[in-house]
C-alpha cells in the first residue's frame, strides 16, 4: 500500500512520517472535495438571478421612476417658484 504512494515508498522513513504525510495527503483531498461542493447552485441562471437578487438588495440597480423622481421634483419646484415670482412682481 505505501509503495503505491510515489516518493513516500521510495525513501526510508518512520512510521510516524507516513502517517504524517498520509494525514496531510487526505487533508487535501478534502479540501479540494469541499472545493468542489462549494457551488450551491444548479445552473447559471440560478447563479445569476442570485446576483441580481443581491445587487437589487444592495440598491445597486434603480428603476427609471425613482431615478427621475429628484429631477422632477427640482423642475416642478423652480416652475412653482417662477410662477410665484410672476404673480408678485408681474
Known sequence: MI???GWIGRQNLSEADILA???SALET???RAGAA?????ANS???EAALIA???AAG????RST???VPAAAATAFLVLAFVMALAFG
Not at 445597486?60 to 428603476?63: A, G, I, M, P
Open 3 to 5: 509503495e503505491g504512494m
Open 37 to 41: 461542493l462549494g457551488c450551491s447552485y
Open 21 to 23: 504525510a498520509k494525514a
Open 45 to 47: 441562471h440560478e447563479y
Open 67 to 69: 431615478f427621475w423622481r
Open 29 to 31: 483531498c478534502a479540501a
Open 54 to 56: 443581491e445587487r437589487r
Open 60 to 63: 445597486l440597480y434603480r428603476s
